[in-house]
C-alpha cells in the first residue's frame, strides 16, 4: 500500500486494496507540491470524476487535500466526461487538473488523472516529479472539510456542460447530423457519456437509441467499460434489433469511441483511426501532422506519403501523444486504444466528438459505415489487426523481458523481418509493412501482443509466434 507508481495517464488501483482515501491523499498532496514547485498553484486546480464506485467522494477528498494548500479547486457538480474536464482545464486557465477515473480498467478499480495547464496529459518528466515528492505511507496529509473549503471560497462547484458543448460547435457543425435522419445507437458504456449525444442531435430528423446509459458501477453485460469485444458485443447486438445506421460506442469516462457498422459488425479501432485519417486528409481537404503511438495503424503511414503530410509516431500513451501534438500543431493525433485528439481542442482524447466526425463522414460521403471502411481499403490497403492480453507473475517480468530484447527472429507468421523499433515495447516490422509489438501495460499487470498485417490469414500465427517470444507459450 506505500508504493504508489503513476502508469501511463496518472495512478490506477484497486479500491480498498491500494486504492484507499489515504493513499488518495498521498497522491493528493504530491500533486499540490508538484503545482507550488512549477508556479502554478495560483491558478488553481479543475477536480472531475466518472461514475465509478464512490468515485464523487474520491474526488471530494483530493479537494479537501488541496484545499488545505491553499490551492482553489473547481469541482465539477457531478460525473463529467473527461473531455470535458480537461477542456475545463485550459478554459478556467488552471494550473492542472485531476480526474478521479480508471477509465477503461475493470469495475474494482479506480483512478487519479492528472492533467497540465494545457488539458493534456502530463509527460514523463512530470510524472517522475510528482512520484518524488509523494508523503511517505502514515504521514498526516492536511485536509480542509468540503462545507468549509467551499464557504471560504477555496472550492467552487461548476458546470463543465455549456463550454464544451460550445466547444465541440465550434469544432464541428452537428446540424447536418440532425437533419440526417440517421437511426444512431450510442452505448456510454455505464458512463459519463449518457445523454451526450442524444442532447447533441436532438430537435432534427436523427434519432438516438441509448443503452446501457445508466450509473452501474459494476459494469454488468462486459468485463469492463473498454469499447473493444467482447464489451461492446451486447450493444452491437441491438443494431439489428432497432434496424440502427451505426453504433457509437465510449468508454466509462468518454475518451475514446468504438465504432459499429450497420450491421451490428465492430469496426476496430485502428481501421477506425484509418477513417478519421482519410476524413480530414480526403473529404474534408485538411493537411497537417498526424500523431500516433507505434501501436496503432500504418495506414496512417500510407495516407501521409500520399497527401504529403508528415506522421510521427511516438511510445504508447498521451503522456506522450499530448507533448508531440503541441510540438508539431497535429491535425490528429491518436492512440491503439480508441483515443483520439483533434486540432483546435486541448491535446486530450475525446469519444463523443470523435463520434460526431465519424457521423459527419457518413453525412458527407453519403455511405453507410461499411462503405466508408471499403473506400479506405481501396486507398490504402485492406489491414487486419487483433491482440491478445495476458496477466503474468510479477517474478517473471525480467525473464519475458530478457526473452523479447534478445529475440532476433527472421520471419514472424511466415513474413521476413525487416526492422526492429524499441520505442516502446519491441516492435518487429515486416515486410508486407506490418508489426508486431510486445508491450506491457502502463496501467495493469498485462502484456500485450499485438499486431497489424494486409494478410487476414496470418493474424493467428502472427500473434502465436509474439506469444513463443516472450515465452509465454
Known amino acids: 500500500m506505500s508504493t504508489i507508481k503513476f502508469g501511463t495517464d496518472g495512478w490506477r488501483g484497486r479500491i480498498a486494496a491500494d486504492y484507499t482515501f489515504d493513499n488518495l491523499r498521498r497522491v493528493s498532496q504530491a500533486f499540490a507540491t508538484y503545482l507550488k514547485q512549477e508556479g502554478l498553484a495560483e491558478k488553481g ?155 447533441l442531435l436532438a430537435g432534427g430528423k436523427t434519432t438516438v437509441h441509448e443503452v446501457h446509459n445508466e450509473r452501474n458501477p459494476i459494469f454488468p453485460h462486459m468485463t469492463r467499460p473498454e469499447p473493444i469485444p467482447p464489451n461492446v458485443d451486447h450493444g452491437l447486438a441491438f443494431v439489428q434489433k432497432l434496424g440502427a445506421d451505426v453504433a457509437i460506442i465510449n468508454d466509462g469516462d468518454a475518451d475514446r469511441v468504438g465504432f459499429g457498422d450497420e450491421n451490428g459488425r465492430f469496426i476496430d479501432q485502428l481501421r477506425v483511426y484509418g477513417m478519421l485519417g482519410y476524413y480530414f486528409l480526403e473529404v474534408l481537404g485538411r493537411r497537417g501532422p498526424i500523431v500516433k503511438t507505434i501501436s496503432t495503424t500504418k495506414m496512417l503511414n500510407k495516407l501521409g506519403q500520399m497527401y504529403d503530410v508528415p506522421v510521427y509516431e511516438t511510445g504508447v500513451g498521451f503522456k506522450y501523444i499530448a507533448p508531440k501534438m503541441m510540438e508539431v500543431d497535429a491535425m490528429i493525433g491518436g492512440e491503439e486504444s480508441g483515443g483520439y485528439a483533434f486540432k483546435g481542442h486541448v491535446p486530450e482524447r475525446d469519444g463523443i466528438l470523435a463520434g460526431l466526425f465519424l457521423l459527419d463522414m457518413m453525412v458527407k460521403t453519403g455511405k453507410k459505415p461499411s462503405q466508408m471502411l471499403e473506400t479506405l481499403f481501396e486507398k490504402v490497403g485492406p489491414h487486419f489487426y487483433d491482440r491478445i492480453d495476458s496477466t503474468f507473475d510479477a517474478a517473471r517480468k525480467p525473464e519475458i523481458l530478457a526473452n523479447v530484447d534478445q529475440a532476433r527472429p527472421a520471419a514472424i507468421g511466415g513474413l521476413k523481418v525487416t526492422d526492429i523499433v524499441t520505442i516502446d515495447g519491441h516492435q518487429f516490422i515486416m515486410e508486407d509493412g506490418g508489426w508486431l509489438l510486445i508491450r506491457f501495460s502502463g496501467t495493469e499487470p498485462i502484456i500485450r501482443v499485438y499486431c497489424e498485417t494486409t494478410h487476414e490469414d496470418r493474424v493467428q500465427d502472427i500473434l502465436q509466434d509474439g506469444m513463443k517470444i516472450a515465452g509465454l507459450k
Request: net charge negative; glycine share 10%.
Open 45 to 199: 486546480v479543475v477536480i472531475g470524476h466518472d461514475m465509478r464506485f464512490q468515485a464523487e467522494d474520491f474526488a471530494a477528498t483530493a479537494a479537501e487535500v488541496l484545499a488545505a494548500n491553499g490551492i482553489h479547486v473547481w469541482l465539477t457538480a457531478g460525473a463529467t466526461p473527461t473531455p470535458a474536464v480537461s477542456f475545463s482545464v485550459a478554459h478556467k486557465h488552471a494550473g492542472g487538473g485531476i480526474n478521479i477515473t480508471a477509465s477503461h480498467n475493470p469495475p474494482q478499480d479506480c483512478g487519479f488523472k492528472v492533467r497540465d495547464p494545457n488539458g493534456g496529459a502530463i509527460d514523463p518528466q512530470g510524472l517522475k516529479k510528482i512520484e518524488a515528492v509523494l508523503p511517505e505511507a502514515g504521514t498526516a496529509v492536511p485536509t480542509l472539510k468540503l462545507d468549509d473549503a467551499m464557504s471560504d471560497g477555496l472550492v467552487t462547484k461548476f458546470d463543465a456542460a455549456p463550454a464544451y458543448t460550445e466547444l465541440l460547435h465550434k469544432l464541428i457543425d452537428v446540424e447536418p447530423i440532425k437533419q440526417a435522419g440517421f437511426n444512431v445507437l450510442y452505448d456510454p458504456m455505464w458512463g459519463n457519456g449518457a445523454g451526450w449525444f442524444s442532447k
